[in-house]
């Protein structure tokens, strides 16, 4: 379960952020790559029931980038880019990742290029970021966006124990604030996204690893570590 920490932090976790939240992830029986090629996974399958046409993708919050080879497996996009407040991490994440149809960014820099994108991916940014601060974000968002697009919004289910007891063992998650799907869903909305549907992941640790083919079953219910609001930008 990927998260971001505050700003001031971000340059200093960025080189041990891997180890850190793997730490933290060792109650699951699980590391960081499982987690995230199961939300790029489920979120590649939401889309294809729609028959979206994936072009251009946004990791927001990219940090080392880490989750941007994944969208390239699962998306097959023509152009990929990365956003994130920390200059180290995305110096890493273009030294790992570095290709023709893929860039790293500082939101600065992204406003400045006026692009557009099909999808937007972010991932346990937004806890990270204080609740007054939120809705400009998301505006920022919204205008990334082309007409139509796509924004697949993950975070950390917030009455879930085990994500709660997860955070407090990282050091960069032990001050963040968590919220529930209702509160995102509610934020989203008033940014001017239309909600197209809720899922909660990652409901079975390791050590009941033969419970989780029934985890799509349960996908509705707020079981999971981990929810994703899956909105779209009117056309």
């Known amino acids: 379960m990927k998260s971001r920490p ?9 080189t041990g952020y891997e180890a850190e939240l793997n730490r933290g992830l060792s109650l699951t029986g699980e590391g960081r790559e499982f987690y995230a090629r199961g939300r790029v996974r489920w979120t590649a399958r939401c889309l294809d029931r729609r028959q979206a046409r994936i072009e251009a993708v ?29 200059a180290r991490s995305l110096e890493l994440a273009q030294r790992k990742f570095s290709a023709p149809d893929c860039r790293f960014v ?26 007054t601060e939120r809705p400009a974000v998301l505006d920022r ?11 697949a919004f993950w975070e950390n289910n917030a009455w879930h124990p085990g994500t709660r007891w997860i955070m407090s063992r990282v050091a960069f998650d032990r001050d963040a604030r968590p919220f529930g799907a209702a509160r995102a869903r509610r934020l989203l909305r008033n940014a001017g996204f239309e909600i197209v549907e809720t899922d909660f992941l ?6 009941l690893g033969w419970l989780r083919p029934a985890e799509s079953l349960l996908c509705r219910l707020p079981l999971g570590g981990q929810y994703q609001v899956l909105a779209r930008r009117p056309v």
Do not use: K
Request: net charge negative; glycine share 10%.
């Open 141 to 151: 968002l919204h205008r990334w966006l082309r007409p139509g697009g796509w924004l």
């Open 58 to 86: 946004l990791d927001f919050g990219c940090g080392t980038g880490d989750t941007l080879p994944l969208l390239r497996e699962y998306l097959r996009p023509r152009r990929l880019a990365g956003i994130d407040v920390s």
């Open 106 to 131: 500082t939101p600065d820099e992204m406003e400045a290029a006026a692009e557009s994108f099909d999808l937007v991916y972010t991932n346990g940014v937004f806890h990270h970021i204080p609740p």
């Open 202 to 207: 990652f409901v079975f640790p390791r050590a």
């Open 6 to 14: 505050p700003q001031g932090e971000f340059d200093a976790y960025a």
